[in-house]
Structure formats: structure tokens, C-alpha cells
């Protein structure tokens, strides 16, 4: 116990936890758009963030060449390949979450099937995304090239602001709100609310279900595509089995602020970001994901819906 | 496509009794008989490269075949998604672990503590935990999974990460020896094992419980209106699963001799939750046998070394896009109300 470190820390662990949390809150969205309309929990989509962050690897490496031991560059050519990694990633995984639902759940769910059933080819998928990226990568784990001159922008209250810190912030925020405004805002945003609202009565309204069903997964592929950049840009590494943590974390983010809810994956996101590293702070890391799991309880029990509520009635299945 | 299990029912019910007696016998039987199939011509093709075809047998096959059924009550009969499971066959094992390396108590005198401690930790999950809804009771329980093999990573008394050697077999019963020379012996006690949680589960199938959890699976509030005790029994049906989970863990323990956290990772419950989709939910036998084929195919292509589950992946998917209610699916009627939700 170090309690002591809340106090004199405080400022940078809510800036780290922050960030953290943003990553989480934008894979949660690809649980939580998916479930939204669904009903299921998309198992494949910590492997669509895993083979994101190896799309970022492969656009700075094969297709900008650099390469680990390159210089951090400046300016232009540094806005040009964060922001082709950062949308090389999203396209890849919109791409890919697409496919998965074309492979693993379009068959299933036309004929009606259990969602146990696509639970488990969902999890066929993941394994079998892992594996493969397992066996290309020779189970190493590989190092992204430093592009970014991490150099801190000036203390606030004792916190450093890191530049990739930053970044990773202000441009997660500016994803979601553009993400809500299109959900809330657009015609198609509108024909995804009332798919997760009804799939009968919408397709009786003439939305073309899997249209729109496609959609939402290449949004969730969009957003966890992002995470992926932000997750590499950050940590600099990936594994063939990143996913797998960062998934059930963003998966319990979803949650916690309310599945099916974008705000509250949102919000359940950051909440989770400080938790865990105030958690790991006071109690040391091998306890955060403990501390995650027991307030998740508390606040499910408190409030089964989670802490905004779930975007939809649902009745109890 | 073909309802094996709506043709098996069918032969099987034009039998009389002695016929059935002697089926049954006979299976078990044959069954006792597969860890000389390997050595036997015929059936040599079973054998397994790398592993001994009889360690095999025992685990994984046995030990998913077990803990598959302990599932299958809470998730094929009861309908609550249980993404954890791993949890309470890792219980099951430190008991063994800690109880015979500290107070040097023998397997079978443990067997009974660690069903206990198995029980109590799903009493102390359940309870909170099943007062909530399908989705959030999965993501708990993945939650607890994770929690027992993070306490049992940081915590001494479980030997940390490196886990806790030097468990002692089990000691002979009425001249079976329980060793290393033996995989065998073990064997049979896997298969006695399995045919005491059938007999256990088809008791309860046909009985208050049975009916309370089918009630449940279909619509939880309509149960609770006609006056089922949800709660109550989702519990129930939560701490035998359980049980069934520690039984095998101790057993595990045992004839594993070492133990570590790493034994007891999430992959574990998804690949026992697999089974159980896989092999036809809710129905024992496509259980059985759907553990049976997951547990026994990586082994069995082991040759194809790194690619073995990117194949087992690609097997799922295909296997739930042509049978998504498994390999033996549960009776007709059950189903369809299932589906008319």
C-alpha cells in the first residue's frame, strides 16, 4: 500500500490514466456498436485491434521505411506518416471487422441460430487471427518505429505532458465526438439506433439490415483501427496476443458505462484508464486488474445497467 | 441436415430394458478398453504423436470430457453464460496442491475439500453475480477467472508464478495403483468420474431442478412469475457446475503432480465452453462427445506443430456455420421454444 503517491502524483496519474483510458473507450466501441445492434458480444474484435496495431507497424515500416533504429523525423514528413498510419490502421481494421462479419456471424444469424453459436465462431475467428499473426511473427514481440520525439510540451501541477499523450487525447475526444454527432446526427446514424432498437420493425421500415449491420462493424473496425495507432504510438510494441488483455479491459469499459451506450463506453473507458493506474499506483500492477473486476461488481450491482445506462430497453434475455 | 440425436433417440427408445442395460455396459466397456487401442492394429491410427495416446486419454480428453458436463449444467441447462469456469478447476487443484504438500492428507480425503472450496468460491460468485443479466454475468465471471490466477500468481502460499511441485498421486485403491507407469488406471477413474456427473445430471434433468433450470433457460421472468426461485436455482445450478469443476481440478492435480498459473489461463474456459457449444448444448451425449473430438484433435495433429490451432480456430468457425447447434443438438421440442425468443 502507498497511498502517499496519490497525493504527490496525482496530476500525472490522471494524465496517463487518461490516456489509457481514451485507448479503452475507443475499442469499446467496437463491442459496444456491435452489441448495440447484435445483442452479441463481438470476441473477435481484440484480434482486429491486435492485426491494427500491426497495420501500423507494416505502413511505417515496409510502406514509409522506417525502421526501428530511424531518427524521430519533424514536420511534414512526421504528420504524413502518423496520419497514414493512423488511417492505414483504420481501413484495415474496418476492412477486417467487416470480414469477420461476413465469416463469422452473417450465416449465423440469417438462420436464426443461438448466440452462443456465433459466440463460439467468434472466438474461432480470434484464435484463429492470433495463431496466424503468431506464426508470421515467430511469436516475437515487435517494436514499432519512434516517428514521435516524445518531448514534453511543459508541467502542469506537477504533471508531464507528453506530446504523444497529447495527441492521443485530443484526438481520441475529437473521434468521438464526430463518431456521436454521425450516430446522432446522420441518416445512417439513424438507421443504426433503430436497428438496436428493433431489427423487426426496422426492417419493416425498409432499412436494409445487413447494410447496416456491416456498417456498424466497419464503424467498431474504425475506431478500434484508431485505439491500435494510439496504442502503438504510446507504447511503441505489439504482440500477436495484444489483444487479448486490452480486449477484456475495453470490454469491461464497455460495460461498466453501459453496453450498447457510446457514450458510456466513453466514460466507462476513462473511468477505467484512472482506475487502473491509481489501482496499480497504491496496490502495485499485479493487483489492478483485480481492483477493475470488484469495482465492476460493486458498480453492477449498484446499477445493472451500468453507470449511463444501456442506450436501448432491453428486456432481460 | 441429418438429426443424429432425434435417431439415436428413436433406436434407442424401441429397446427394452436388458437391451439398453447391455448397451450401456458395452460402451462402457469399449471405453474402459481405449488406452489399448493405440497399441491394438486396427485402432492404431488413434495414436497420438508426441504424447502418449494415454496421458491423452486422461488429460485433456477425460478431465474436458468432465468438466464440459460440470458446464453444461450451468450453460447448456440453466442458459447463463459462464466465461470463467477455468476458475473453479484451478480451486480444485491448489487444494489438492496446498493440502497434500502442507498437511501431507492424501488425494481422496482432499477430493471432498476441494469439491467444498470449489462450491463455496461459486456461492461467493454467484451470489452477486447472478443477480444480474446474460452478457454481464459473462463478463464476471471471466473477471473471477482472472482474479483466481492473479491471486494465485502474486500470492506465496501458492507458490507463486512457478506453481507447487511434488503433489503426491493419489494412494491405490483395492490394488490399483495410481503412478506414472499407470495413465490407464487414471483412466477409469475419469470415466467413473464422468458416469457419476451423468448419472448426477440426468437425475436432476428429470426433477424439480431440472425443470426449474429448462424454465429458466426459456424465459427467466416467466419462470420467476410462475413462482420458480431464479435465484435460488441458477445458484444451484452455478455451484454443481462448480463442484464438478473442483473434483476435476483435484483429480488433475494429482496426476499432474506439478502445478502452475499458467495451467489455468482464460483460453481453458473458452475451450470448455467450446466443447459444450461444439458438441450440441444442453444435450449430455453431444457433450460428451464434442469434448471428446475438440480435446482430442490438437493432440492428434500435433504433427501440424504451429499451425494445430490456427486449423482448430478455422474448425469452429466452419463447424458452427454448418452446425450451429452442435454435433448431437438437444431434443426438437426443447429447441424450438429456444428459438421462437
Known amino acids: 500500500m502507498n497511498f502517499s503517491v496519490v497525493t504527490s502524483e496525482f496530476w500525472s496519474l490522471c494524465l496517463q490514466g487518461l490516456a489509457l483510458g481514451l485507448i479503452y473507450s475507443l475499442i469499446a466501441l467496437g463491442y459496444t456498436m456491435v452489441y448495440g445492434v447484435l445483442r452479441l458480444i463481438n470476441f473477435a474484435n481484440s484480434e482486429v485491434f491486435m492485426i491494427g496495431t500491426f497495420a501500423v507497424l507494416v505502413v511505417q515500416v515496409n510502406l514509409l521505411h522506417h525502421d526501428v533504429t530511424s531518427q524521430p523525423i519533424h514536420g511534414f514528413a512526421l504528420a504524413k506518416a502518423l496520419i497514414l498510419s493512423l488511417f492505414g490502421a483504420m481501413i484495415v481494421c474496418a476492412l477486417l471487422a467487416m470480414l469477420v462479419e461476413l465469416v463469422a456471424y452473417r450465416r449465423l444469424r440469417l438462420h436464426g441460430s443461438s448466440r452462443l453459436a456465433s459466440l463460439i465462431s467468434a472466438i474461432g475467428t480470434s484464435i484463429f487471427l492470433s495463431e496466424g499473426m503468431r506464426n508470421l511473427t515467430n511469436s516475437r514481440p515487435q517494436t514499432t518505429p519512434r516517428l514521435l520525439e516524445k518531448t514534453s510540451l511543459g508541467t502542469i501541477w506537477g504533471a508531464n505532458l507528453r506530446i504523444d499523450t497529447i495527441i492521443t487525447i485530443v484526438a481520441a475526444i475529437i473521434i468521438f465526438l464526430a463518431l456521436d454527432q454521425f450516430v446522432n446526427r446522420s441518416r445512417l446514424g439513424k438507421a443504426i439506433r433503430a436497428v438496436s432498437m428493433s431489427e423487426e420493425n426496422s426492417r419493416l421500415m425498409g432499412i436494409n439490415l445487413n447494410k447496416v449491420i456491416t456498417l456498424t462493424f466497419a464503424i467498431g473496425g474504425l475506431t478500434t483501427g484508431a485505439a491500435a495507432f494510439f496504442y502503438a504510438t504510446v507504447y511503441e510494441n505489439t504482440i500477436f496476443n495484444v489483444g487479448f488483455n486490452l480486449g477484456i479491459a475495453a470490454f469491461t469499459a464497455a460495460v461498466l458505462g453501459g453496453i450498447g451506450n457510446i457514450r458510456g463506453a466513453f466514460y466507462g473507458g476513462i473511468a477505467l484508464g484512472l482506475l487502473e493506474q491509481f489501482a496499480s499506483a497504491v496496490l502495485g500492477s499485479q493487483w489492478k486488474a483485480v481492483t477493475v473486476f470488484i469495482v465492476l461488481v460493486l458498480v453492477l450491482l449498484v446499477k445493472p445497467s451500468g453507470i449511463f445506462g444501456e442506450a436501448v430497453q432491453q428486456t432481460r434475455t | ?341
Open chain 2, 1 to 341: 441436415m441429418i438429426n443424429l440425436r432425434d435417431k439415436g433417440a428413436e433406436i434407442w427408445e424401441g429397446w427394452n430394458r436388458p437391451k439398453r442395460t447391455i448397451f450401456v455396459f458395452a460402451m462402457i466397456f469399449l471405453a474402459g478398453l481405449l488406452p489399448f487401442s493405440a497399441s491394438w492394429g486396427p485402432t492404431s491410427f488413434l495414436n497420438t504423436p508426441i504424447t502418449s495416446f494415454q496421458n491423452v486419454l486422461v488429460y485433456p480428453v477425460g478431465m474436458f470430457i468432465l468438466m464440459a458436463l460440470g458446464l453444461n449444467i450451468v450453460v447448456g441447462k440453466s442458459g447463463l453464460l459462464d466465461l470463467g469456469y477455468v476458475a473453479f478447476f484451478a480451486i480444485g487443484a491448489y487444494t489438492q496442491a496446498i493440502m497434500s504438500t502442507m498437511l501431507d492428507w492424501k488425494t481422496w480425503e482432499i477430493l471432498p475439500f476441494g469439491i467444498m472450496f470449489a462450491m463455496i468460491s461459486g456461492v461467493m460468485l454467484g451470489l452477486p453475480a447472478l443477480r444480474l443479466r446474460g452478457d454481464y454475468l459473462a463478463i464476471i465471471t471471466l473477471g473471477f477467472g482472472e482474479i483466481v490466477r492473479i491471486i494465485a500468481i502474486n500470492s506465496t502460499s501458492t507458490g507463486g508464478p512457478n506453481g507447487i511441485s511434488g503433489i503426491p498421486n493419489p494412494p491405490s485403491v483395492l490394488g490399483i495403483q495410481f503412478d506414472l507407469m499407470h495413465p490407464e488406471h487414471y483412466f477409469w477413474l475419469v470415466i467413473a468420474m464422468i458416469l457419476l456427473v451423468v448419472w448426477m445430471v440426468r437425475r436432476f434433468t428429470v426433477r424439480r431442478p431440472g425443470r426449474a433450470w429448462e424454465a429458466i433457460r426459456q424465459d427467466e421472468d416467466v419462470a420467476a412469475l410462475m413462482g420458480v426461485n431464479t435465484l435460488v436455482y441458477k445458484l444451484w445450478a452455478f455451484v454443481i457446475g462448480a463442484a464438478v469443476g473442483g473434483a476435476a481440478g483435484v483429480l488433475y492435480a494429482s496426476k499432474v503432480m506439478v502445478i502452475s498459473p499458467d495451467m489455468f489461463k482464460f483460453d481453458v474456459s473458452v475451450m470448455i465452453l467450446a466443447c459444450v457449444v461444439f458438441g450440441g448444448i444442453g444435450n449430455i451425449w453431444g457433450v460428451m462427445l464434442g469434448a471428446g473430438i475438440l480435446a482430442y484433435l490438437p493432440d492428434r495433429f500435433r504433427f501440424l506443430t504451429d499451425y494445430r490451432q490456427l486449423v482448430f480456430g478455422l474448425v469452429l468457425i466452419i463447424m458452427m456455420n454448418l452446425r450451429p447447434d452442435g454435433l448431437l443438438p438437444r431434443k426438437k421440442r426443447e429447441k424450438i421454444s429456444e428459438k421462437s425468443k
